[in-house]
Each structure stands twice: as C-alpha cells, then as structure tokens.
C-alpha cells in the first residue's frame, strides 16, 4: 500500500518542481530522491509489514511477499533507469519534471497492478499505468514518426481497454456470486460457463495488447521505434513486466481451477509471439527496430508464467522481469550515446569503446539466455515451469527451438563490435563519461550476480 501513495504524491511533487526551479540537475536528483523513498517505504512493507496507509478494511487491496517482492525489482530497475538515462530523459523536451512525473504515475498504475483485489481496480491500475505512457511516447513534438507512433498507440490502447471492460462486465454478470472481488469469483472444478468462457476470451485480448503477445502485437514496433529512445527503454521494461504479473493475479485468482480449461489458448499465444516475433528479428537492420521485436519474443517465454501458474513460474516470472529490464536498460542506454541506430553503428565498437562493447555484450548474451546470465535463468525457470504443469511439453521444445534463433540476431550486433571494421565514430567519448559507464557495469556485474546466485533475489518471496 505505500508504494500506491508514495508513488502518486512523489509524482505531484515532481510536476511542481518545473516551477520550483529551472536546474535540470535539480529535478534529476528529486526524482532519483523519490524513487529511492519509493523502495525503501516498499522494502519497510515487505519486511515488517507495516504500511503507513492501509486499505485492508476495504478488501480492495491485497499484498503479500510476492507482490512487493516484485515491486521492489520495478522499483529497483526503475532507479538503476534514471541513474543510467536522467540526464537523457531532461534532454528530450524543456519540461523535465513533467517526464519525470509521468514516470512515477507509471509506477503507481505499476503497484495498483500488483496488488488489486477485484476487477475494478485492475482496469484502474491498467489505465494509470498506461495512459501516461501514450504522453511519453509522443512527447518529442519536433518528430513526426513519434507523433504518429502516439496517435496509435492511443487509438490501439482505447480500444483495448474498451475490451478489457467488456470482458469485465462478463465475469462480473457470470458469476453466481454477482461481485467483482476476485477472491468472490468461485468457479468450481466444472464446465466453464459461457459468459465467463468469453469473458476470459475478453481478458487475454485485452491483456495481450497491453503486453504486446501476438496477435495483438501490431502496434509494438512502431512505438518503440517512434518514441524517444529513453522512454521506449521504460515502456518496454517496467511497463510490460507489470502486465504479465497483473495478468498472472488474474488467472490465478479468477481461473486457476480451470486451468485445463484455458492452458491451449495461451500455449498458442505464446508459440505465435515467439514465432513473429523472432522471425521478424531477423530482418532488422536497426538494432532499436531488432529490439522492439525481440522483446515481443521475451513475451512469450512470460507468457509461461500464465500458462504455468505454480511456484516455478512465480519466481520466474520476477528473475525474468530483473534480467530483462536490466539488459534491454542497458542497450537501450548505449542506443541512446550513438548516432546510428543500425547495425553498421556498431561496427568496430570494441575498438573504440572497449568497455562499452564489453557490456553490450553480456546484455545480449543474457537476453539469448546463454548460462551465467539472468536471462539463461530466466528462461530455465519459465520452462521448468511448463514441465511441473504435466501438459503440452512440446511448448518446451519449440520455446527452446526459438531462444536458439534469437541466438542468430543477438549474435550479429557481436559480431559487428568485434569482428567488423569501424566506418565511423558512433559514440563520443564526450557523450560516453564515467557515470555512464560505471552503471553499465553496475547493470552487467548484476546481470552476472543473479546468473549465478538467484536466490539473491528470489530469497525475497518466501519472506
């Protein structure tokens, strides 16, 4: 419950500091202040279970280890985020402290999405979380692809949530017991019902917008690729790994009694988010274009934790938030210092800036999920996940067929640091500093960490 306050008031607070003062160092620190408060009022909850503001009398609301746990990793990755791309974020526009507040109202729909208790605030935490997002998205008026990229993702997104209140207005006239308390949604061990049957259809529409799962994927490339290259970093991170755990609270509160009944529908989402997704990997030559398609593949292996919902896919489900979000920050940071986006702007890049490539690198090797990274135990757990179900164990193998071709697109942007000559100079030793490299190690050397000692982080859960 604090993160909901904290994350709100920090927010509010950040919209007046343009008007406090014009020092953009000032309203970085403020903002790097608040969601320091943000994880540690969160980590307070999680260890003591003492909230500062309760709504438990309400039922509306409801925490326990695994949600703050999860929160703490957004948290966590959203501070690494704003050390690492602060300063970028004041560059993109004059209104600084207007970026910032958005960005914490982001994280406020983030932790309504964690811990909602009834369907009415799912589709709260959804809109808060994601109407923000068509604002950042669009926030470079100077470029048209961006403001296009807005228009889109605003029209996609109203649509989708016109869904999602469909479908919550099926579950609530099909449930006997007439409430929208997902703990109060008894389906039993029977048939489905019909209006609750469609009603989930409604859900896993509506859902796998806000996740960008095939085939509700279509508007993910042309946002990340349209919005500035610091938001895009933020929204397919924090915002999409929200999803996925509103999705997983979902299910396993509402329909996780029939889970025989649904599990084929999301086997098929996830086999079609891996297959467009990486197959159209392939042919990128812009890396940030590569990786606003591979990071609809990443939905599907957390889409596993959906179609799992056991022990293995919880704990999954947040060491893949980490090691994803720190590997796509960290690229996206690097994007973000070069003057070519294509595969050619890499060319020569360990010669020129050795440590940089270094990073790069271990980012890519763990969102292929090679051993000693995150993203390998990241995936192991999503896929051991599958198997403790007893069903559908060709998913595994196809999931595993498909982190093999990721392999093909990752290895490429390698290949050109190390193995291609350098045409130009892409980074400036002017934009690459000392901070800025000291958190690209800080990111790899935890990227590593949690490759070998998950427990680090998954110990939290069982608090």
């Keep these: 419950m604090n993160a909901i306050i904290f994350s709100a008031v920090w927010g509010i607070v950040m919209m007046f500091s343009g008007i406090i003062t014009k020092n953009k160092i000032t309203i970085r620190n403020l903002a790097i202040a608040g969601i320091i408060l943000l994880f540690v009022v969160n980590a307070i909850e999680l260890k003591t279970g003492a909230a500062f503001f309760s709504f438990r009398g309400m039922n509306l609301m409801h925490t326990d280890s695994f949600s703050l746990s999860f929160l703490a990793v957004m948290f966590g990755c959203t501070l690494l985020y704003f050390l690492l791309s602060g300063s970028d974020i004041l560059k993109v526009g004059e209104h600084g402290g207007e970026y910032f507040a958005l960005l914490f109202f982001v994280l406020c729909g983030v932790a309504l999405s964690a811990t909602f208790n009834t369907l009415l605030l799912l589709f709260l935490g959804i809109e808060i979380m994601t109407i923000p997002q068509y604002i950042l998205t669009g926030a470079n008026k100077q470029n048209l692809k961006g403001n296009e990229a807005a228009l889109k993702y605003f029209l996609m997104g109203a649509f989708s949530t016109g869904i999602l209140l469909m479908g919550i207005a099926f579950i609530y006239g099909g449930n006997s017991a007439g409430s929208f308390f997902i703990d109060a949604i008894n389906l039993g061990q029977g048939k489905l019902p019909v209006m609750l049957a469609v009603g989930l259809v409604f859900l896993v529409v509506a859902l796998g917008f806000k996740v960008s799962a095939a085939p509700f994927h279509f508007w993910t490339p042309d946002v990340y690729d349209g919005a500035p290259t610091v938001f895009t970093s933020f929204i397919s991170t924090i915002a999409k790994a929200a999803g996925f755990f509103a999705f997983v609270r979902l299910f396993q509160h509402v329909f996780g009694s029939v889970q025989d009944q649904w599990q084929v529908l999301i086997a098929i989402l996830i086999v079609a988010t891996l297959l467009f997704g990486n197959i159209t990997a392939?042919?990128?030559?812009?890396?940030?274009?590569?990786?606003?398609?591979?990071?609809i593949a990443q939905a599907g292996f957390l889409m596993f934790s959906v179609f799992a919902l056991n022990d293995w896919g919880r704990e999954g489900l947040v060491l893949y938030s980490a090691a994803y979000s720190l590997a796509t920050m960290g690229l996206f940071g690097i994007l973000l210092k070069m003057n070519d986006y294509t595969l050619d702007g890499f060319n020569g890049l360990a010669k020129h800036q050795p440590l940089i490539a270094l990073t790069a690198t271990i980012f890519l090797l763990s969102l292929t999920g090679i051993p000693l990274t995150?993203?390998?135990?990241?995936k192991f757990y999503m896929l051991v996940a599958a198997v403790q179900t007893g069903h559908h164990f060709w998913l595994v193998i196809v999931a595993v067929l498909f982190a093999a071709?990721?392999?093909?697109?990752?290895?490429r942007v390698i290949q050109a640091m190390y193995f291609k000559p350098m045409q130009q100079v892409s980074i400036s030793p002017a934009d690459a500093g000392r901070g800025f490299k000291l958190m690209l190690v800080v990111l790899a050397v935890l990227i590593i960490v949690l490759g070998i000692y998950p427990e680090l982080l998954l110990g939290w859960l069982y608090h």
Excluded: N, P, T
């Design 282 to 295: 392939i042919f990128q030559q812009s890396v940030k274009r590569m990786l606003a398609y591979s990071s």
């Design 374 to 378: 995150a993203g390998f135990l990241g």
């Design 405 to 411: 071709i990721s392999a093909y697109y990752y290895f």
